[in-house]
């Protein structure tokens, strides 16, 4: 639980960065979908994230300049 909870962290980060708000409802709900969506992808398959944090920074960082 506290890899998910990492990797949470370090996804809703970076959806910071690259525009995602959370400030009001509406924009919250879009980025909790995606941060959502991303956990989901992520989380189960880096059970050793702190060793590998540098590899799931640049897939998210892939994925999410793919979506632009």
Same mark, same amino acid.
């Given at each position: @639980? ?12 970076? @959806? ?21 969506? @991303? ?16 590899? %799931? ?5 892939? @994925? %999410?300049?793919?979506?632009?």
């Amino acid at each position: @639980l506290l890899n998910d909870e990492i990797v949470r962290l370090i996804i809703h980060g970076f @959806l910071h960065l690259v525009g995602y708000d959370d400030m009001n409802d509406q924009d919250y709900k879009v980025m909790k979908s995606k941060e959502d969506e @991303l956990v989901s992808i992520f989380a189960p398959k880096y059970k050793g994230i702190i060793s590998d944090t540098d590899r %799931l920074i640049s897939i998210i960082i892939t @994925l %999410l300049e793919a979506e632009k």
